[in-house]
């Protein structure tokens, strides 16, 4: 499972914008998660959201109001 995979070396090594989005209402991959993934990426930039897991489906103006800032802000 995805989830138990040690993927630290390769999360390291990305060199891209990265956005990481946490739940703070998640209750399947707690927002500390995200977090923690988020810090293993230099450079990128962590956001938590007042949503649950399924946040596309639950929030989408969230996500796309998060989204669309982080791209505008890498000029993608």
Do not use: W
């Amino acid at each position: 499972m995805l989830a138990n995979a040690d993927m630290q070396s390769e999360l390291a090594g990305l060199s891209c914008a990265v956005l990481v989005i946490g739940g703070s209402l998640d209750r399947v991959r707690l927002p500390a998660l995200a977090e923690g993934v988020a810090k293993a990426i230099p450079g990128a930039r962590y956001v938590e959201l007042r949503t649950g897991h399924y946040m596309s489906v639950q929030t989408p103006e969230l996500i796309f109001e998060s989204v669309d800032d982080f791209l505008r802000s890498v000029a993608a």
